[in-house]
C-alpha cells in the first residue's frame, strides 16, 4: 500500500440511505495542468488506482459511452458510470463521472468527482455524492473502506 499523501484526510456522512464521501490531501505542485486532458487524467488515473489497488480483480471497462466495473472484467457491472464531463479553470480542474447502476448501487444517483486545484501547491480531492448504496448498513464497513484504500493509492500524487 502506499504511504498516506501528506494531510490525508477523509469524511463520510449518511442521510435518508444516501452516502457522501470524500477524501483530500495535498501535493507539493500540481499533478496535472489546468486543461481539459489534465482533467481527462484525473479519471484514468484514478481508474487506474482502483485496478492497481486490487491487483487486477476488479476492472474497468469503457464503451458505449459508460464506464463500468467488474470483476476480472467479467459479468454484470459492479457500477456503471456515465464518461467523463471535464471542467478546467486557470487553477482548476475536475472530472466528474455520474453513476447510473451496477449491482452496487441500489439505484441510479450521485456523482464521483475528481479535482485538482492549485497552481503552485495542489490540493487534490475525490469526492462521491449522492450515492444510493445497495449495502445499506454494511456500506461503511465493506464499500467505504475500499473506496478509502483506492482513494489513498490514487492521491498518493507518487504513484502516478
Excluded: K
Excluded at 449518511?14 to 501535493?27: I, L, M, P, Y
Excluded at 499533478?31 to 484514478?46: N, S
Excluded at 469503457?62 to 487553477?91: C, I, K, W, Y
Amino acid at each position: 500500500m502506499p504511504r498516506l499523501p501528506d494531510g490525508w484526510q477523509s469524511s463520510v456522512s449518511r442521510r435518508d440511505g444516501v452516502v457522501d464521501s470524500e477524501q483530500w490531501a495535498v501535493s507539493p505542485q500540481p499533478v496535472v495542468a489546468p486543461t481539459p486532458e489534465g482533467a481527462r487524467r484525473l479519471g484514468h488515473e484514478y481508474w487506474r488506482a482502483v485496478t492497481r489497488s486490487t491487483l487486477g480483480f476488479i476492472r474497468v471497462r469503457e464503451g458505449g459511452g459508460r464506464v463500468q466495473l467488474r470483476v476480472l472484467g467479467l459479468g454484470p457491472a459492479l457500477l456503471a458510470l456515465e464518461r467523463e464531463d471535464v471542467a478546467a479553470a486557470h487553477d482548476r480542474v475536475a472530472c466528474t463521472f455520474r453513476i447510473v447502476g451496477g449491482i452496487l448501487a441500489r439505484r441510479p444517483g450521485g456523482t464521483l468527482t475528481l479535482t485538482q486545484v492549485g497552481l503552485e501547491t495542489a490540493e487534490l480531492r475525490v469526492a462521491v455524492n449522492g450515492f444510493y448504496p445497495r449495502l445499506g448498513l454494511l456500506y461503511t464497513p465493506l464499500e467505504q473502506r475500499f473506496h478509502a484504500s483506492v482513494s489513498r493509492r490514487y492521491l498518493a500524487a507518487g504513484s502516478w
